[in-house]
């Protein structure tokens, strides 16, 4: 098993940047890929970002290509989500997630990864 902790939410206004960070610990952090939801009040928890165990592939939802960048460094055990020009609607609790590399399933829904974190509030202002 895969403990999560994510770090790094915050208030940060429209335009800004602001980095967010998932530590892991337990089975070795390269045996998985990763990937970043969000949830907004009232909302459905939704696809963000996702990465290869290796780093080599990376998937973004529309709504964010181009403005945020999913990274990870396996040496510190480490994911991180940049956020680049942030808006207000990206306001959400940010939850990073964890899938065996072996998993053949789809990097977008939530129900193909087994182990979360427990979120970090990011707030955008205008």
């Known amino acids: 098993q895969v403990q999560l902790v994510e770090s790094g939410g915050g208030l940060v206004q429209a335009g800004g940047s602001l980095r967010l960070s998932c530590a892991a610990s337990?089975?070795?952090?390269?045996?998985?890929?990763m990937g970043w939801f969000r949830q907004a009040p009232a909302k459905e928890r939704e696809f963000v970002a996702a990465?290869?165990?290796?780093?080599?592939?990376?998937y973004y939802a529309d709504s964010v290509k181009g403005r945020f960048t999913i990274s990870r460094d396996n040496a510190k055990n480490t994911l991180y989500l940049t956020m680049n020009s942030p808006k207000p609607e990206d306001t959400a609790v940010y939850y990073c997630?964890?899938?065996?590399?072996?998993?053949?399933?789809?990097?977008?829904?939530?129900?193909?990864?087994?182990?979360w974190g427990q979120g970090t509030q990011v707030t955008v202002s205008s």
């Open positions: 337990g089975r070795t952090f390269s045996s998985y890929a």
């Open positions: 990465i290869s165990w290796s780093g080599g592939s990376t």
């Open positions: 997630a964890a899938k065996s590399k072996y998993s053949s399933g789809s990097y977008y829904y939530t129900h193909e990864y087994p182990y």
